[in-house]
């Protein structure tokens, strides 16, 4: 496989040679920028770049040599600018908690350019806290060390696992301090800053449409569907209304079915506005996300949110639907009418319900029998979890080796119950159901090696938990030494492996992280 130097990579300008931008270049003061897709902008430099991780596999996506040069370094910094990149900020608008906020767009993102490798694929290349943008409103543009750092590291953790989303190629320090209030409550501090680098075919996001439509901006909007369909859904032939429901469809479909995926691995977004959902499908926006640890419904990652709880785990197939509305809402004016689109709607509530069922069973290593007893299953297994503290994925990881009911299962259960929860005494509804959960697997007769296989494909080992990341925060903030962040990311590239050695990443959480900001709630 070729390397390029990153002066050398195939760039292409697609977005920006076809769609409609800033007339104002180069000018990175907040303003309302109308009947444009995108602002030229350049990021602006940086005092003293460190370069902390570079992820190799996605250096290979772009066919870029990894090898940490100097101009790679400026570039990734945004200290430098390859003489063929044309470097932008988005502009998009976007429901934040339910409500329409207007203009929104890339306040601290600045997308550097578009790469295309040698297959034919496409990525861009974008730094999140490279600088102020017309969109950064009274920010400043900046991203602290913390934040960064959990973007890179759950990026590559959600690759590894299986769940469409944006990457992340880099990690550079800036050498600059930034201040930020880390609960909003009138006590800010200096942070160290950093820059992430981040790769996806594209950052298109469901606010990116909402914008135009809410000017009434039918003809902007038009040329954005279109280039949308052309260059990311080619296989949906036409241009016309027909087209643009299908293509709504498909994307409907995607994101139910990676919501689906958000649960199977106990994923929470923390803030599903529309501005953070991907035309393509893909989890993008890592912002106060955080991983289910003792298994509960109602648990959000954010503390703006702790209230309502809108973006709580158990909801964030719902939020998805209701997104995916004011998608349709926006696309409805070029097709005309809203019931082609509705449709859309009814595929992502079928995969919705469909591919919870089917990610449940095969977590649980069982066959599809009857619909209702199979969801009776589930919902019996939902509630048991629910009142009590249970280690998700601890527990689903420790169903594949449990024997089948018989000699020894009873001892299998405790061992399993004593492995996965946080605080006994234990419910005796879920030793109940574990009971009856064995009877079924008896009754299903796979061997037990078959079935173990199977769930270990679905059910990981390792995930990035709170407490984790933030102990790798602490550790490079501190010492500025990065061997932990590289440990980390190394555990993550094999989930689903049992890597002997390193039982302490799949640890519980400690009882010091139960409350501490970072390991349990984030603003």
């Known amino acids: 496989m070729p390397r390029y130097a990153i002066d050398a990579l195939r760039y292409r300008d697609d977005f920006v040679r076809e769609l409609p931008g800033d007339l104002r270049t180069d000018d990175p003061r907040p303003r309302p920028v109308l009947g444009a897709c995108y602002s030229h902008v350049r990021p ?3 005092s003293a770049p460190v370069l902390l991780a570079l992820v190799p596999e996605v250096a290979a996506l772009l066919e870029l040599d990894p090898t940490p040069t100097r101009d790679l370094v400026d570039t990734l910094a945004g200290n430098r600018i390859a003489p063929l990149m044309r470097p932008y900020a988005a502009c998009y608008g976007g429901h934040q908690f339910g409500s329409w906020a207007g203009q929104l767009g890339d306040g601290r993102a600045i997308t550097l350019a578009e790469v295309q490798n040698d297959r034919g694929e496409s990525w861009e ?37 299986g769940v469409p989303t944006t990457r992340a190629l880099s990690l550079v320090a800036t050498g600059d301090g930034v201040m930020r209030d880390f609960f909003y409550d009138g006590h800010p501090r200096l942070e160290p800053g950093a820059i992430a680098c981040r790769v996806a075919p594209s950052f298109l996001r469901f606010g990116s449409y909402e914008i135009h439509a809410a000017r009434r901006d039918t003809a902007t909007l038009a040329r954005l569907v279109d280039f949308t369909r052309r ?15 299908a293509m709504f469809a498909e994307i409907c479909r995607r994101t139910a079915a990676l919501a689906v995926e958000w649960t199977r691995v106990g994923f929470v977004h923390g803030v599903l506005n529309t501005d953070n959902m991907s035309i393509l499908g893909l989890t993008i926006d890592y912002g106060p996300y955080g991983w289910v640890e003792p298994f509960d419904l109602d648990w959000t990652p954010n503390t703006t949110d702790a209230e309502h709880g809108r973006y709580r785990f158990g909801q964030q197939g719902q939020v998805a639907m209701w997104n995916l509305v004011q998608l349709g809402n926006a696309w409805v004016p070029l097709v005309g009418a809203g019931e082609p689109l509705q449709r ?50 601890r527990f689903f990881r420790g169903l594949s080796d449990l024997p089948a009911v018989g000699v020894g299962s009873e001892l299998a259960i405790s061992a399993l119950l004593d492995d996965a929860e946080y605080a006994p005494p234990r419910d005796d509804a879920l030793r109940a159901w574990l ?22 494909r679905v059910n990981p080992r390792f995930v990035p938990r709170n407490y984790l990341v933030q102990e790798v925060i602490d550790r490079v903030e501190s010492t500025g030494d990065a ?20 039982e302490a990443y799949a640890a519980k959480r400690p009882e010091w992280a139960r ?6 709630m984030l603003s």
Not at 231 to 244: F, M, N, V
Not at 369 to 391: F, N
Not at 515 to 520: D, E, L, V
């Open 44 to 46: 602006t430099p940086v």
């Open 125 to 161: 290349i974008q730094l999140k806290g490279a600088g102020p943008t017309p969109y950064s409103r009274h920010a400043d543009g900046r991203a602290v060390l913390r934040s960064s750092l959990r973007e890179l590291v759950c990026s590559e953790a959600m690759h590894h696992l």
């Open 231 to 245: 260059r990311y859904y080619p296989e949906i032939a036409g241009d016309g209304p027909d087209a643009i429901a």
């Open 344 to 393: 859309g709607i009814e595929l992502a509530a079928a995969e919705l319900e469909r591919g919870f069922r089917r990610m449940m069973l095969d977590k649980l290593g069982l066959r599809p029998t009857d619909t209702a007893a199979d969801d009776a299953t589930i919902g019996e297994l939902v509630g048991a979890l629910s009142s009590t503290e249970v280690d998700m994925t």
């Open 435 to 456: 009971v009856r959960y064995l009877a079924r697997v008896a009754v299903e007769g796979e061997p037990r090696l078959e079935r173990a296989a199977r769930m270990r």
């Open 483 to 502: 061997s932990a962040l590289t440990e980390l990311l190394d555990v993550l590239r094999h989930p689903y492996d049992e890597q002997p050695g390193r």
């Open 515 to 520: 409350n501490r900001a970072g390991c349990s």
